[in-house]
């Protein structure tokens, strides 16, 4: 069933947890203007370790909070859902356009690139769904990708070891192989990565362009709103509603950590 | 509703993951001859960030799924369950008994501190809770109990990194404080833990005795089912029959790794 949109209505975003705020972050720099909701299901984080059946599953109760806000699009800013469960969202959305942190991240890294080599870094199984390559070379054939899965990076970055000795360790140990493949662009595959981008990139090596994955969808975003006239005209900047589906306080607290913001409300919603 | 035991019923465990298979080795290692029905709720793992009332529902369903198989006694051989929502297991068990981790190993503890200055380490959730500090308390109101959460342990644990320089240098950050508090004994308030036993042995110091919860809870169960007659008195030793809600392929090999054994039938359960 599809709902009417208009340019008022709000953009809806949705993650397994809290990564899916640099998204919500790149969407206000670029577009202060647009009104969000944005659902982490926070019950059932992390998604990364999981199956696609299971996978597929959550993005089908995700999706179906959202869209009793009448959203005028959706932002996918789970990679982990945007591999494998991506159909099941555009599906329920109908009409409402999709758009998959993944696809807009794979589309900059074949911009970038000069040499026709990409990293990917993401949590297993977007690693394991190969759907970056898949992406990247619908693209572009000739460039090849190299993957490697980074499953500490995730509970590293929300423990707060953004600049810890081990954080380093372990980035050098996960990073080691792909830097020497020759790779000139560097797609950080999982919205939680941008946290520890300092590390990532003085590990890898300067001369690699990273890919933030947020930056691309914010980009997109904007284009297609432009494009279908749906852009908000309201001048008034607004606060997030915020859903999620476990420990709204805790959520509250890494938001304001993360967005530099005020304590913000937090909606408990069932899963 | 109780259905009818005798000895030769299963005996059920259940955790949030692989972490309680801990608990499997230790009772087939004290009782050889015993059926086991283990569950693993890897759909949702873990358990340890999440709030009471989402662990209290998981727990509900969890215990429903090993009942159908009518055992002769529970363990849960999830710390974060033993410290939330073991009332809500005994409930659904009606006059079928439950042992919990926590339990037994805050009572072993307790037998061998010498000192009265006993610590713990566990996730978020059974930190927070302070039920090893209150089970400690209510055997003996002298003891001095410091905690310590340390959530990098499971997913290190979980990734490998037995030995990693990493996990030392985590392992120092999170230990120093509570080695600084003159405890001379330590629980590992988390069934993942043993598997970083010698990284924490080295961390603490070797005067520390370290209380493994799922050698205590082997040794109460085999003193419950002595005292109640119900020791499968079968000589021939019995492979486990395990359930998980997610990834069974991947929860095999685990299990092989594991308990050093051969590549195990898993079974898919919904939860």
Chains 1, 2 share one sequence.
Request: glycine share 6%; charged share 20%; aromatic share 6%.
């Amino acid at each position: 069933m599809n709902h009417k949109v208009t340019s008022e209505s709000p953009i809806g975003i949705f993650d397994s947890g809290i990564g899916g705020l640099t998204v919500v972050k790149a969407i206000q720099a670029a577009l202060p203007s647009e009104r969000i909701i944005y659902f982490g299901d926070t019950a059932r984080v992390p998604y990364g370790p999981k199956s696609q059946i299971t996978i597929r599953k959550y993005a089908s109760d995700d999706i179906a909070i959202l869209m009793r806000y009448q959203p005028k699009m959706i932002i996918v800013a789970c990679n982990t859902v945007s591999a494998l469960a991506l159909d099941v969202v555009e599906k329920a959305c109908g009409n409402i356009p999709v758009i998959g942190v993944l696809k807009a991240g794979a589309e900059l890294a074949v911009q970038a690139t000069k040499n026709n080599r990409i990293g990917v870094i993401g949590t297993q199984a977007t690693v394991c769904s190969n759907a970056y390559a898949c992406a990247i070379n619908q693209l572009n054939p000739e460039i090849q990708v190299v993957s490697k899965a980074c499953p500490l990076f995730v509970p590293l970055a929300e423990e707060g070891f953004i600049d810890h000795a081990a954080t380093k360790l372990i980035a050098r140990e996960y990073l080691s192989e792909i830097r020497d493949q020759g790779i000139d662009t560097l797609v950080l595959g999982c919205t939680h990565y941008p946290i520890l981008r300092k590390v990532i990139e003085e590990t890898i090596g300067h001369g690699i362009r990273i890919i933030d994955s947020a930056e691309a969808v914010a980009f997109r975003t904007k284009k297609l709103l432009t494009e279908s006239e749906l852009l908000n005209s309201n001048l008034k900047s607004c606060i997030p509603h915020l859903l999620v589906s476990d420990l709204p306080q805790k959520f509250s607290l890494l938001y304001q950590l993360f967005m530099s913001s005020e304590l913000p409300d937090v909606e408990l919603v069932e899963v």
